[in-house]
């Protein structure tokens, strides 16, 4: 059997008695229009103390039967209507100093009690009714949302895992090619890359897979990228990493900055016979976290896979941050070029 819960507030109760004295004051009104009753001070009185009377058992009748049937429910407004009828009939005949049998027995009296039972009744029914397809629709609305939101969620983390998956070979194929070339060459540098690589990734091993790392971390692991590759360029790489101490704890996406970096040296610093030097600073502006990765290298051009570590940090910045978190490429005086992550920050 179907049962129908209510839950009101007090806004709903307010509202039930406000219209329900309403609509008294327009019944004592046709009443003494039509002649009926002893004037419309005492016709007045009984139709509000009767309406009011209804209203009153009605609710607490629904307060006191939760959660019931819809037959349940039909016998508790019409036990409502019936005991609020007979109550409000003897409360209107005090306050209006009318003989509780003349309210009875007279016609106004019947009609008054048989025009607010019959619109109180309509009213409880309408009032309910709606109430349990609002809740069912809301509550049908709230678990399609529960499952929309969880499967946004498993779609996010899938793309997350897909894009860090894109960046993580990247980097250690070429490490990997480079370390070869030198164990032929020079292999003091090359075991002395083969361990900063090594450093790199134990340290990246377990974060890659992290939703969450932080600042200081993510610093760690560029500066361990960059002394990978320092060993290679020996002089014509330089690198400076600055941030607030305050901020080391501050949550941020693993591999977020590493890609940047990687992009200034492999487009900027590697094409330059000079090479050149890479500054990462971190800082605070209003509500947003500011990290810049600027060098001094040959500029921006799009070249064979450039674009993909960018495109990788974009997509991370939307599906991470809602579309408020963005990065911005611009000229670096007097060369090179400076990349800008802005993601929100809440402060400390």
């Known amino acids: 059997m179907k049962t129908m819960e209510f839950n009101l507030s007090r806004k709903d109760v307010l509202s039930c008695f406000l219209l329900t004295a309403v609509f008294n004051a327009a019944i004592a009104l046709f009443l003494t229009h039509m002649d009926f009753g002893s004037g419309f001070r005492k016709t007045f009185i009984l ?54 049998a003349a309210v009875i027995e007279g016609r106004a009296g019947l009609l008054q009690m048989l025009l607010s039972g019959l619109f109180f009744g309509i009213v409880v029914t309408y009032f309910f009714i709606s109430r349990e397809k609002i809740a069912q629709t809301e509550a049908a609305l709230h678990a399609e949302q529960i499952k929309r939101l969880t499967l946004e969620k498993t779609a996010l983390e899938s793309r997350l895992r897909v894009l860090q998956a894109q960046i993580e070979p990247h980097f ?90 990687e992009n200034a040296v492999k487009h900027g610093l590697e094409p330059k016979i000079e090479g050149g030097e890479i500054s990462i600073r971190v800082a605070e502006k209003e ?55 802005e993601i929100p920050h809440a402060g400390r």
């Open 47 to 100: 139709s509000q103390a009767i309406g009011l009377s209804i209203c009153a058992a009605v609710l607490a009748g629904h307060r006191f039967v939760r959660n019931a049937t819809v037959s349940v429910r039909a016998v508790t407004v019409l036990g409502g209507i019936a005991l609020g009828t007979t109550a409000g009939a003897f409360l209107g005949s005090l306050l209006a100093g009318t003989p509780f």
């Open 172 to 261: 250690l194929f070429n490490s990997l090619s480079n370390i070869m070339s030198l164990l032929d060459g020079d292999p003091a540098r090359g075991k002395c890359m083969l361990a900063n690589l090594a450093h790199y990734l134990r340290a990246t091993l377990s974060m890659t897979r992290e939703e969450t790392g932080t600042l200081e971390r993510e610093m760690d692991l560029v500066r361990a990228f960059l002394e990978v590759h320092k060993v290679r360029m020996g002089e014509r790489l330089h690198y400076t990493i600055e941030f607030p101490g305050r901020l080391r704890d501050l949550p941020l996406p693993p591999m977020l900055v590493q890609p940047l970096v």
């Open 287 to 341: 509500n947003c976290l500011i990290l810049s990765i600027a060098d001094t290298g040959t500029g921006f051009h799009e070249g064979p896979g450039g674009g993909v570590g960018l495109a990788n940090v974009r997509d991370r910045l939307e599906l991470l941050y809602d579309g408020r978190g963005r990065l911005v490429l611009e000229d670096n005086e007097p060369s090179g070029l400076k990349a800008t992550i």
